[in-house]
């Protein structure tokens, strides 16, 4: 059994950033995928970025490009979502998921409240 948990979100002002952490319990394997995903009140869940758990490759989509960067620990079990010159659109929940090679992201964490005041 494999849970993710994530936490690091709350508020913060324009500008600010913020850290959020996935925490990864049970068993993983090498070829798995870790992403990001956020959803605003409203909308459809979003693609944010996502990293291969061995070598650490990382591919962020447009949506926050260049205002974040995804990295893991790997002794930690912990995969991190650096989230810069945040904007009150940024404002989410932001989930953490996990694929295996020729999957879809089918492993969901609960989510984490990100609120971005302006």
């Known amino acids: 059994q494999v849970q993710l948990v994530e936490s690091g979100g709350g508020l913060v002002q324009a500008g600010g950033s913020l850290r959020l952490s996935c925490a990864v319990s049970g068993r993983t394997f090498s070829t798995y995928q870790m992403g990001w995903f956020r959803q605003a009140p409203g909308k459809e869940r979003e693609f944010v970025g996502r990293i291969s758990w061995s070598g650490g490759y990382a591919y962020i989509g447009d949506s926050m490009k260049g205002r974040v960067t995804i990295s893991r620990d790997n002794a930690k079990n912990t995969v991190y979502l650096q989230m810069n010159s945040l904007k009150p659109e940024d404002t989410a929940i932001y989930y953490c998921?996990?694929?295996?090679?020729?999957?879809?992201?089918?492993?969901w964490g609960q989510g984490t409240q990100v609120t971005v005041s302006s």
């Open positions: 998921a996990a694929r295996n090679t020729g999957n879809d992201f089918n492993l």
